[in-house]
């Protein structure tokens, strides 16, 4: 056994340790805190597996934003949180659901086990029409290409949740601003951070979107890592958000599924077919799509984490 | 012409982009100027088909399969997307009563309404239309995120519980979908519904990936027992909201659930699994219709009603089964099922306005309390009324074609016990509708609370057309689109056989509503009481997670073990 492989089990073990303790604990906030830790540490594991896209995304999204969002909800329901806890089954019950579990996972690990090794794939495909879209990675490809019908979908679905998280605000705040308020003077270390890391933060993301193209990176990733940026400065209360009203909020929020959906209706007439790119020209295409998910995806996170309008605009 | 495929999703997302970025106190012009556009799209395609050959298919980006995604329109496809057109315009129609902004200024309640209604329209035609795996589970998210906030609308605390637990326990439904998919992806190396049908066999992984993934969709459509949040969240919506939820979201993964049985795996499945499917359904049946008896409140009748109608779609799963060949069959089991999923959002949408209205010119839905009514809001109640029959199965009406294509299904695979659950499910709707029935003929208590305004007209006919299309569909021509059985064409809808069909279950219902309905304050029997104990134990969160590993667990051992 090398040292690596010793390493790889390590890890392998602290995860599912770390999803035990996850499951085990009594209190939200400690189980969020595992899980944000679950996250970390799977991301490692997907750098293991040698899929770099899958552990940036997993790390910046997976652990990151959905940390952020899910702290932020345990602590507002510290105060219910005991009042939750009526809905609980006597022990037998639970022995019941617990060997239920057990059953479907135990199946679960077994079919996946006894799957085939290699299983079948689509990645030998999927590599050979990038040359004629100018691409490196595939998976670009599959976001953007092959697929580009289900990434348009569900940066829809990105929409539609801030339409559902603005519509719990009350009637008379509509319109108005959420997340933290505007202090006059900062100081202190988070004050700090804010205003040193966001220019690296940014200059990476850019660099992530770029060569999304050919290497690991790509829209989503770099529009977190984005997100993080403004959610810094919104946590350290140097800048309020916009006003959910303000027209270049929404504008910035829709820009990704438009510009994508515009360029697919546009292939009717130019490439001929709903999402086809025109010949020669799929990969300034991309970049340009790319470059507006990015967008929207670095206005739609920190929308989500900060939650509903609760003042009006001053 | 495939484009129109294109279109028919491009329109209504294009509607909802625009709508939320120019917002303003408009926001429903959009929305009403989406509505024609999109119903001419879906008529167009229905058109087409019965004109082509086989399904229309569109490849998108030129892409095809297993690498690309396409978009199928087939005959259920067509039916279904009729079916919402008509029914969005009509909610819509509806809508204009109580979205429209009364300030010149955005407000929150219309805002998201339409652009909701229009990105919900948008999911549901990919749900339809779309011919891959993971396209349908990006639609059911979308579908999930458009109906979430529906519910809460009115923003009070309750109804954001309902919303919370809905979003929560349809998550839990899209994790067991997604793993299912990541499995037949691992074991075929594709998601395409054609071809996964003709890679997939029955081993081990595919059989546990099926099971998990028709869980997942049941939890999703609220099938007995997974139901814990439907009931608060469709009677807590507004009433236009609760007529989408109702009429047409929870077709949504039912319709996946079609696609995967029929036509992703029919021959994985085997005979032991689809009698388990039935029997869940049978159980919605019998157990919800009871429970809508035991009901005070009008939309909480009406939101056990569409749990128990839930069941009467998934009923056909073992009518479907053919024996011979060990195969799912798209026959005149399908069919039936189909007609009743369309009949029943045609008559639940114009259902749940009327309760709505009712709600409005009373100022509660207490149906003890309904008494003068019919002279209150005479259309409304007259709209209730209808919408009820629609339900039970006048001789002209879809659920009639359908109960009709069941029971013949059931006659010929010989399984004469899914017959007498439809039976009983026929007395059982006959008798809640007749407790309505009964209180709203009372004479009035009390004087109306005063202040509320007048039930706009466009309401009124709105609800009333969508109950007479559902009255009406057993007498629309299908042959072009479904396979229906020849001699259905000539069934004597104004038969006597027909309307004694009608009436007897209605004659059985008078004593069964008034034995287990609740009246008053009289003590009620004790089945009653075990029955309300029973519900109130489902709808909490630890049976309910804990009926889902249970479904999950029995599908697959029926899958092992009963082929």
Redesign the interface.
């Known amino acids: 056994m090398t040292i690596i492989e010793a390493l790889d089990i390590g890890l392998a073990f602290l995860v599912l340790g770390v999803a035990g303790w996850t499951i085990a604990a009594h209190e939200a906030f400690t189980a969020v805190i595992g899980y944000v830790v679950y996250g970390l540490l799977l991301a490692l594991v997907w750098v293991r597996l040698f899929a770099l896209d899958v552990a940036l995304t997993e790390a910046a999204i997976g652990s990151g934003v959905t940390g952020v969002l899910l702290i932020s909800a345990a602590v507002r329901l510290r105060a219910s949180e005991a009042e939750m806890m009526h809905?609980?089954?006597g022990i037998a019950?639970?022995l019941?659901?617990a060997a239920?579990?057990l059953?479907?996972a135990a199946?679960?690990a077994?079919?996946?086990l006894?799957?085939p090794d290699p299983?079948?794939?689509?990645a030998p495909?999927?590599r050979q029409p990038l040359a004629e879209l100018g691409l490196g990675n595939a998976i670009t490809a599959v976001l953007i290409?092959?697929?580009?019908?289900?990434t348009m979908?569900?940066k829809?679905?990105l929409?539609?949740?801030v339409?559902?998280v603005?519509?719990?605000?009350?009637?008379a705040n509509?319109?108005g601003l959420a997340g933290p308020t505007r202090l006059e003077r900062t100081e202190g270390p988070l004050a700090f951070l804010a205003q040193l890391l966001p220019p690296l933060g940014i200059i990476v993301a850019l660099h992530i979107v770029w060569v999304g193209a050919n290497e690991p990176g790509g829209a989503f990733q770099g529009g977190a890592l984005l997100s993080a940026m403004a959610l810094i400065v919104l946590m350290a209360r140097l800048r309020e958000a916009p006003a959910i009203?303000r027209?270049w909020l929404?504008?910035a929020?829709?820009s990704g599924?438009?510009v994508f959906?515009a360029i697919?209706?546009l292939?009717?007439a130019l490439?001929?077919?709903?999402?086809?790119?025109p010949l020669g020209f799929a990969k300034p295409v991309i970049v340009f799509i790319e470059v507006f998910m990015t967008l929207s995806v670095a206005a739609t996170l920190p929308m989500l984490v900060i939650g509903p309008p609760d003042r009006r605009p001053s | 012409m495939t484009s129109l495929l294109v279109w028919s999703l491009a329109v209504p997302i294009g509607g909802a982009l625009l709508a939320f970025v120019v917002g303003g106190r408009r926001v429903h012009w959009f929305a009403l100027a989406t509505l024609p556009i999109g119903l001419a799209i879906a008529i167009a395609i229905a058109a087409a088909l019965s004109r082509s050959s086989g399904p229309l298919l569109y490849l998108i980006g030129g892409w095809s399969p297993p690498l690309g995604v396409a978009l199928r329109a087939d005959w259920l496809s067509a039916i279904m997307m009729v079916i919402t057109a008509v029914v969005i315009c009509g909610i819509a129609a509806f809508a204009c009563g109580d979205f429209i902004s009364p300030r010149p200024a955005e407000a929150r309640r219309p805002f998201a309404f339409w652009i909701l209604l229009l990105a919900l329209w948008s999911a549901l035609n990919l749900v339809f239309l779309s011919g891959d795996l993971f396209t349908l589970y990006v639609a059911l998210e979308l579908l999930v995120f458009s109906a979430v906030p529906l519910v809460c609308l009115d923003g009070r605390a309750e109804t954001l519980r309902a919303a919370l637990r809905y979003l929560l326990f349809a998550l839990l439904g899209s994790v067991l979908y997604l793993v299912g998919t990541g499995l037949l992806y691992g074991a075929c190396g594709t998601l395409d519904i054609d071809l996964l049908a003709a890679c997939l066999r029955p081993e081990p992984v595919t059989l546990v990936a099926a099971s998990l993934m028709t869980a997942g969709l049941l939890a999703k459509t609220a099938l007995f027992p997974l139901y814990l949040w439907l009931p608060a969240a469709h009677a807590g919506a507004p009433p236009a909201a609760s007529a989408v939820l109702s009429a047409l979201v929870v077709k949504g993964s039912f319709f996946v659930a079609v696609r995967l049985w029929f036509f992703v795996m029919p021959a994985l499945p085997g005979e032991a699994a689809t009698q388990v499917m039935s029997a869940l359904a049978a159980a919605a049946i019998v157990f919800a219709s009871l429970l809508a008896l035991r009901q005070d409140r009008l939309k909480l009748l009406v939101a056990y009603s569409t749990l128990a109608q839930i069941g009467y779609i998934f009923l056909m799963f073992a009518l479907a089964f053919d024996e011979g060949s060990g195969r799912m069959v798209q026959g005149s089991a399908l069919v039936g099922g189909m007609m009743q999923a369309i009949s029943h959002a045609t008559a639940k949408a114009g259902m749940f306005m009327a309760a709505g209205m009712i709600y409005a010119s009373l100022g509660h839905d207490r149906i003890s309390e309904l008494g003068g009514i019919a002279r209150a809001a005479p259309l409304a109640a007259l709209t209730f009324l209808l919408a009820g029959l629609a339900l039970i199965g006048p001789p002209s009406s879809g659920v009639y074609l359908a109960k009709t294509l069941l029971l013949r299904a059931a006659d010929n695979t010989g399984q004469w016990w899914w017959a007498g659950v439809l039976q009983v499910g026929g007395v059982l709707t006959s008798a809640y509708l007749i407790l309505v029935v009964a209180h709203a003929l009372a004479p009035m208590r009390r004087a109306p609370t005063p202040g509320h305004a007048a039930i706009p007209r466009l309401q009124q006919a709105a609800a009333l057309a969508l109950v007479l299309c559902s009255l009406v569909l057993g007498l629309v021509p299908w042959q072009p689109w479904l396979p229906l059985p020849v001699a259905m064409s000539g069934h004597g809808p104004l038969g006597l056989a027909a309307l004694w069909s009608m009436l007897w279950p209605i004659l059985i219902g008078v004593p069964v509503a008034y034995l287990l309905g609740r009246r008053g304050n009289r003590r009620p029997w004790r089945v009653a009481l075990w029955l309300e104990d029973a519900d109130r134990l489902l709808r909490q969160w630890p049976t309910a997670g804990a009926s889902l590993v249970a479904v999950a667990v029995a599908l697959a051992a029926a899958m092992f073990f009963g082929r």
């Open positions: 809905e609980r089954l019950p639970r019941v659901a239920l579990c059953v479907a199946a679960l077994a079919v996946v006894d799957m299983g079948a794939t689509l495909q999927a290409a092959y697929r580009a019908f289900d979908l569900e829809v679905v929409v539609l949740a339409i559902g603005w519509s719990l605000s009350t009637d509509w319109g009203g027209r929404r504008v929020l829709i599924p438009v959906l697919g209706l292939g009717f490439a001929g077919g709903f999402l086809a790119y």
